[in-house]
């Protein structure tokens, strides 16, 4: 739709005004192959909305609302805290294809840390 935009979750059109649209609508309607940067390592959409859903039935919502922010903003990278590595690894302990390499990224950088005395 032509000169459609997003406001939060409502689609506001120029003649139409705005009305609400499905939770979530703004990343469904974003092309999947887009791709975010997590801890130096693209993720496509799918696989960061697979992430966030995870991190949500882990009760890790900070860490999930962090990340669906940055997708729906459009953010191209996201700078992972401590903890949000932390909790990436516990909702990863059998990740699927796209978020195999990030949990082996995510691991090898534990391992140094903790090699390194670091937490």
């Known amino acids: 739709m032509e000169g459609d935009w997003f406001v939060g979750s409502r689609l506001s059109t120029p003649n139409r005004g705005a009305r ?4 979530g609508a ?3 309607d974003r092309p999947t192959r ?3 940067l997590l801890d130096g390592l693209d993720i496509t959409d799918d696989c960061t909305l697979e992430l966030v ?6 009760d890790f919502a900070h860490q999930a609302d962090t990340i669906e922010g940055a997708l729906v903003s459009g ?4 700078s992972l805290t401590i903890p ?3 909790a ?5 302990d059998d990740p699927p294809k796209g978020l195999a390499e990030l949990r082996a990224a995510l691991l090898s950088e534990r ?3 903790r090699s390194e005395g670091i937490s």
């Open 20 to 23: 609400r649209k499905e939770p």
């Open 26 to 28: 703004a990343i469904a």
């Open 34 to 36: 887009c791709l975010m």
């Open 53 to 58: 859903n995870r991190l949500r039935r882990a």
């Open 75 to 78: 953010q191209s990278e996201v």
């Open 84 to 86: 949000d590595r932390v």
């Open 88 to 92: 990436i690894l516990a909702v990863l």
């Open 111 to 113: 391992v140094w840390r």
